[in-house]
């Protein structure tokens, strides 16, 4: 009786397979990451070009659905925005507050992270932690009760502090990372040439860590800048900021959409164009120390 059997592929034929179907999973996996990635730049973007929509359109353009992008735009938000409600003087108060409180973070907390750093103090990078943790909002009672009683409430000064309340855990959250991904041998090096610890410090360390404060600042003064809750609690009328600014437009019987979004796009766009030109210092200090060991 004759057994008919299959013939066998060989080896070279399975590899022959394998590599013919390796490029069609990769062009399958690049098509998957486009389409993901078009899909979360749209459902980012579609926010800011609505608002950016809306702030040229009148408030019954809005309101009508078949004015979504066929309309005639107007300026008269953006007029009402930064001439009738002087919105001038709260971009000023903005970046007055976002970069003193910056500032003044940066100089407590770099050398306050570096200490942590090189003489490994656990505890208080402990506390650091612990100050990063804890929710700002839950401190603004206390806060309110003890500024009222120093009659600061209303002052540039109670904006500044409780700004940098979030602004110098994050200052030093951030260096402590970027110190610790410097090759400690530089500094012992300078100090073998008749440097001082701090010497060593201002003249090796901290020229090197300007990306790493970069970034710390640059986040620092944008969370400073988009801050709502503090300054409408602790900020008066003198000091009003943009973010409180904007809820002006929003009343009891009606919200202005139209000057709503004006508002909004000249909070933002400044902030855009930081990110846009700084980006690269952003991702280097955020990945500081991720490679470390």
Do not use: C
């Amino acid at each position: 009786m004759t057994v008919l059997t299959e013939p066998r592929t060989s080896g070279r034929e399975h590899r022959q397979a394998n590599r013919r179907r390796k490029p069609a999973r990769t062009r399958a996996y690049k098509t998957f990451r486009v389409v993901a990635l078009i899909a979360v730049v749209l459902f980012l973007i579609a926010p800011l070009f609505w608002m950016l929509l809306a702030s040229l359109k009148t408030n019954v353009d809005i309101y009508d659905a078949g004015k979504s992008f066929l309309f005639t735009p107007t300026v008269e938000n953006y007029a009402n925005v930064l001439q009738r409600n002087n919105y001038f003087v709260f971009i000023i108060n903005s970046f007055w507050v976002a970069f003193v409180s910056t500032a003044l973070s940066l100089v407590l907390g770099v050398p306050a992270a570096y200490a942590m750093s090189r003489f490994t103090m656990g505890r208080s990078a402990l506390v650091v932690l612990m100050a990063r943790v804890i929710p700002g909002v839950s401190l603004l009672v206390p806060w309110y009760y003890v500024f009222s009683n120093l009659k600061m409430v209303g002052g540039f000064e109670v904006l500044i502090l409780s700004h940098m309340f979030v602004a110098l855990p994050l200052i030093v959250y951030i260096m402590m990372s970027y110190f610790d991904s410097l090759p400690l041998e530089l500094e012992e090096s300078a100090q073998v040439d008749g440097l001082t610890p701090i010497g060593a410090f201002r003249r090796i360390t901290l020229p090197l860590s300007v990306a790493g404060m970069a970034t710390a600042g640059i986040l620092s003064f944008i969370f400073s800048w988009n801050n709502f809750m503090f300054a409408l609690v602790l900020s008066g009328s003198k000091t009003k900021t943009l973010p409180v600014a904007i809820f002006d437009f929003v009343s009891y019987a009606s919200i202005d959409w139209g000057g709503l979004m004006a508002a909004a796009t000249v909070v933002t766009i400044p902030i855009m164009i930081i990110a846009l030109f700084t980006q690269k210092y952003i991702v280097s200090g955020m990945t500081a120390g991720a490679t470390k060991g």
